[in-house]
């Protein structure tokens, strides 16, 4: 079973916008947490963005004022809009959904989605 599955990704030039989303099911889709990571190649996946249940944001200060990550709860679907993109945001892009329920702690991750940003 899929719980969370990303789209969105592909090429695209500096300065340009992409739009994430991230698709969510089962138990991910009630999480208290849901966050964007990035891993560029050779290095640590990295936070990008969260939003939690009560819709408090957090974004790391290099995508400060340029991403902006939102959720569709009616559509469970969470969101990161990307813009005025940088060589150095090229990586993959995962959507990570962490919660608890009556079963216990959950933490699930997509499969990722490329961004690839040309200069």
């Known amino acids: 079973q899929v719980l969370v599955v990303e789209s969105g990704g592909g090429l695209v030039q500096a300065g340009g916008s992409l739009r994430l989303s991230c698709a969510t099911s089962g138990r991910a889709f009630r999480a208290d947490v849901i966050d964007w990571y990035r891993q560029a190649p050779g290095q640590q996946r990295q936070l990008v963005a969260g939003?939690?249940?009560?819709?408090?944001?957090n974004y790391e200060d290099s995508v400060k004022g340029r991403f902006t990550i939102s959720r569709d709860t009616a559509k469970n679907m969470v969101y990161l809009q990307m813009n005025s993109l940088k060589p150095e945001d090229t990586a993959v892009y995962y959507c990570n959904a962490k919660g608890a329920d009556y079963i216990g702690l959950y933490d699930y991750w997509g499969q990722g989605t490329q961004v690839t940003v040309s200069s």
């Open positions: 939003i939690t249940s009560r819709g408090r944001l």
